[in-house]
């Protein structure tokens, strides 16, 4: 809250509103120390803090590029091919369009009356879904905006009431989980790919008997979905049926407050490094080997909830 | 996360009230009452001493009906994930488990003969080679992120040898040909399909070219002696949430397409994904699991290889089908 005010005054003389923003949806509060030619090329880390702020950073260099304020509660963030960023904002029920290193939302959608917590673009047609636990309604639902724009088609899940996490493979299929919406266990249900209705569906783990619980969020790797609960599970869906493939350790001293984001440049191969929200901070590890954490951003974040890469042009 | 106790198996059977009421006492099957059952369900159907199995890994069970008219039988439960199924010449019906890395062989009443353990990874499909009476199990997984393979358990018992296709990651269907050369099918590393087959005595299997279509998503596989071609169905027929089937002639420089039966519900909407159905008296039984449209998943009899409407229709009892057996009561239990 300090860092906030002090932000706030600092840019209160250079014109900018203290108080909320006059027009629903976030601005841009802060100066980048990055030329934007140069954020424009570069892999930027988005990360949601639990102080209605969208810090933005050099993926690599881990500067800080700007701080993108006027949210109500951010949390789940996805990005699409074009480095184009999704930001669900669970408190105003709307869901923010950012182009990569762009400074002001360049679409907005209305999820109301549902809270969006999560999304993920699919790669094959572009659709965004969105996982929405009920808001101002009595049930939650899985939204997908065919473009991501205009108005979503609802899924609707008859063992999941609110959803909090989900992800596409590379081939349009959706996975996605209540997370902790209903308490500590979770439960998974699958969208296939030109499928009409949502599937529930039993995803073993490590042992043969097995509970999920405390799932944080679902993220594609390029070969598999990682479902994040304390450390990555990777699972596989084929038929309708789940399997479980590996896992992933994580070190961390007690677990991470929100879902990781699996970096991946080539979408067709698994990513390579993952990043993850900390209490204060985010922290990099190698995937899928794990282990201890390799680097870590602190400088401007409170309480990190979520987070996403967007890839900047220098790949393609 | 939370661990439970280990898994609880116990094979039981849970027999419709149709069948109480036709005079079956407590939980064995009585194959002869059924055979009643099955004729008293009309005239113009022609009574067989077969009956298909067909899992439903949604429910964890195994629901067992009359052929062609598909009335409930038997539900075979303590499953954790059914998953594609073959049978022998005893009648006998194999069961894939994938969750619980077992194979369970069922008798015709649906009673549980055996289990074979699966140690290195997900079983998914299986085939039984009339020539030499051994069983082949295709894994979807390995252990440890690595691909699938298939195991050949001799006998069907014991310790399985295992072999490979090196360009296939995720093994799923398959059957064998009268001369013990094994098909299946699965997808390699790139999600691309991959027809498979591992020769009588070979030692690793080889990728068999496919011409004249496209396939997708790997179904039944299935060799059909009578008409001296393979049977292999693909979930994504032309790339769409459509099954289909294809019959494919074998040459030694690979499989060509001689023929595509499309699979229609009764509205005669191209059923959305039968993942492994099985040939029968110029029929394929299997089921639709739908999700797709707004019906619900059930057990068919199609004309074959016609294709379109069904002969029958079962929407009763399935939630998530996925295999489908034949077994064909032993003559010595015959009234």
């Known amino acids: 809250m300090m860092r906030t005010l002090v932000l706030c005054v600092a840019l209160a003389a250079a014109g900018c509103s203290t108080g909320p923003p006059d027009v629903i949806g976030p601005a841009r509060t802060s100066q980048s120390v990055v030329p934007d030619s140069i954020a424009k090329k570069v892999d930027l880390l988005y990360i949601s803090d639990g102080n209605a702020e969208v810090t933005v950073y050099t993926y690599w260099q881990k500067t800080l590029v700007n701080t993108l304020t006027g949210f109500t509660q951010p949390e789940g963030e996805c990005s699409d091919a074009r480095g184009d960023v999704f930001i669900t904002d669970a408190g105003a029920q709307r869901v923010f369009e950012y182009a990569h290193a762009g400074k002001e939302p360049i679409a907005t959608l209305d999820d109301a009356p549902y809270a969006p917590y999560a999304c993920s673009v699919n790669p094959a047609t572009g659709a965004l879904a969105v996982a929405n636990e009920a808001g101002s309604s009595s049930r939650g639902n899985l939204a997908v905006y065919a473009h991501a724009s205009g108005t979503p088609k609802l899924y609707t899940d008859s063992t999941i009431k609110d959803f909090q996490a989900c ?30 209705k949502l599937v529930n569906v039993n995803l073993p783990g490590p042992q043969s008997s097995w509970t999920w619980q405390d799932v944080n969020g679902i993220q594609w790797d390029g070969r598999y979905w990682v479902v994040d609960a304390y450390y990555l599970y990777r699972v596989s869906v084929a038929d309708g049926q789940g399997y479980y493939v590996g896992e992933t350790q994580l070190q961390t001293f007690s677990g991470l407050p929100g879902p990781v984001w699996i970096y991946n440049i080539h979408p067709k191969e698994q990513g390579t490094q993952v990043v993850g929200p900390y209490e204060g901070g985010i922290d990099y590890w190698n995937y899928p080997s794990g282990g201890d954490a390799i680097a870590e951003i602190s400088k401007g974040i409170d309480k990190p909830v979520a987070e996403t890469v967007s890839l900047g042009k220098i790949h393609e | 996360m939370k661990h439970q106790g280990a ?19 407590g939980l064995q099957p009585n ?45 075979a439960t303590g499953f954790t994930q059914p998953q594609g199924e073959c049978s022998d010449d005893k009648g006998d019906v194999w069961v894939t488990d994938g969750a619980a890395k077992t194979i369970y062989e069922l008798e015709h009443s649906g009673k549980l003969v055996k289990q074979l353990s699966d140690a290195v990874g997900a079983p998914i499909g299986c085939a039984w080679d009339p020539k030499t009476g051994n069983l082949a199990v295709m894994n979807f997984l390995g252990s440890n992120s690595q691909g699938g393979a298939v195991l050949v358990y001799h006998h069907g018992s014991g310790v399985p040898n295992l072999y490979y296709n090196p360009k296939l990651f995720n093994y799923e269907f398959g059957g064998y040909d009268g001369a013990g050369n094994l098909f299946f099918d699965g997808v390699g590393t790139d999600r691309k399909f991959i027809l498979s087959e591992l020769a009588a005595n070979a030692t690793q299997a080889k990728t068999v070219k496919v011409s004249g279509a496209k396939l997708h998503t790997p179904g039944m596989v299935e060799w059909d002696a009578s008409a001296n071609d393979l049977v292999v169905g693909d979930q994504n027929c032309s790339n769409l949430s459509a099954s289909c089937v294809y019959r494919m ?78 077994s064909v009561r032993p003559m010595r239990d015959s009234p």
């Open chain 1, 167 to 196: 992800a596409y493979d590379g081939s349009g299929n959706l996975l996605a989980s209540n997370g902790q919406a209903d308490g500590r266990d979770s439960y998974f249900a699958w969208l296939p790919k030109n499928g009409s």
């Open chain 2, 31 to 75: 194959p002869a009452t059924q055979t009643v059952s099955a004729a008293a369900a009309g005239p113009a159907i022609k009574i067989t001493n077969a009956w298909v199995f067909i899992s439903d890994p949604g429910s964890a069970q195994v629901f067992i009906y009359t052929l062609p008219r598909l009335k409930l039988i038997e539900i």
């Open chain 2, 249 to 326: 002639t074998i040459a030694k420089n690979g499989a060509t397409i001689s023929g595509q039966t499309n699979l229609e519900n009764a509205e005669g909407r191209q059923v959305c994904d039968m993942i492994q159905g099985v040939l029968w008296n110029r029929s394929i039984v299997g089921s639709d699991f739908d999700f797709c449209g707004s019906g619900s998943s059930a057990t068919y009899v199609w004309p074959y290889p016609v294709g379109g409407k069904p002969h029958s229709e079962n929407a009763h009892n399935v939630s998530q089908p996925f295999g489908a057996a034949i």
């Open chain 2, 7 to 25: 898994a609880r198996f116990a094979l039981s059977m849970g027999v419709v009230a149709a069948f109480l009421a036709a005079g079956c006492r």
